[in-house]
Each structure stands twice: as C-alpha cells, then as structure tokens.
C-alpha cells in the first residue's frame, strides 16, 4: 500500500492523495494535508493557508482523519486540539504580529460549511481592519450583530 500522502492515480478522479485510512481520498483537505504546505502539524492535526482568506494569516486547523463534523473528534483529538491552536496562534504572531483573533467553526450546510472536513478558522485581526469589529462573529447574522444598541 503506498504511504499516507502518496499521490496515487485514480481514473476519472485523477491524482488524488492517500489518507490517513488508508483509502483513496475525495478530499481537497486531505489532500492539502498529504503536501507540503502545512504550516504546522502534529499527530492529529495539520494547518494551512485558506485558500480564500478573510485577512493575512488566516488559517485552517484540520483534522488529520477525515471527520465531517467538529462534534465527531475522539477523546485524543479533543485534548490535543486547543495547544495546537495555541501552537498556531504563536506561528502567526511571529509571522504577521495581529491585534487579536476570531476563531470559527461552521459545522454543517446549514452553518455554511462546504467543504465537509471539519476545520477551525483562525482568523488574525488587524486595527482597522474594518471600521467597528465590536460584535465579531455577530456579524454572521446583521440584524443581531449590533446586541449592544437593543
């Protein structure tokens, strides 16, 4: 069987990477997990750029085993997912030297997650990086994004 990683030729899918299960992957998390551009990575965990990001330095923390919801980590993942983050964070703060952070999960289509790979967004925050951040992740929903005003 090839190693985690390898890339193996799969037909109509093309070049797709091998898993942590061993099985072919259908992912694009798993296989951004099997190169080379993780930021950091652990026995359970990997991080790399989003490909799409909400500021310089945002981050995504994916699980190493494919799990589609945030809720399915096993008792060693769980443990191990905040000093890792924490590890990332300190990553980010030598890079890009953020004012502060938002984290995020959207856990299921109707959260907004589409690609179904858990993964916690860490997001570095900037002053000024909009003209009032009071209420963060509020913002989701923006009728309710300003509690303070009611």
Request: aromatic content about 10%; hydrophobic content about 35%.
């Amino acid at each position: 069987m090839d190693e985690v990683g390898a890339e193996v030729r799969t037909g109509g899918l093309g070049r797709r990477r091998r898993c942590k299960t061993g099985e072919v992957s259908k992912c694009v998390f798993c296989d951004l997990l099997g190169t080379g551009a993780l930021v950091r990575r652990d026995d359970h965990f990997g991080a790399f750029f989003d490909s799409y990001p909400l500021s310089p330095g945002h981050l995504l923390i994916v699980p190493l085993r494919h799990l589609e919801s945030f809720f399915d980590f096993n008792q060693a993942e769980a443990e191990e997912l905040y000093s890792f983050v924490a590890g990332c964070k300190g990553v980010l703060d030598r890079q890009f030297e953020p004012s502060g952070y938002n984290l995020g999960v959207n856990d299921g289509s109707a959260a907004g997650q589409t690609v179904m790979h858990t993964h916690l967004h860490l997001i570095p925050r900037y002053s000024g990086d909009v003209p009032d951040p009071r209420g963060g992740v509020r913002a989701i929903f923006p009728d309710s994004a300003r509690y303070w005003e009611t």
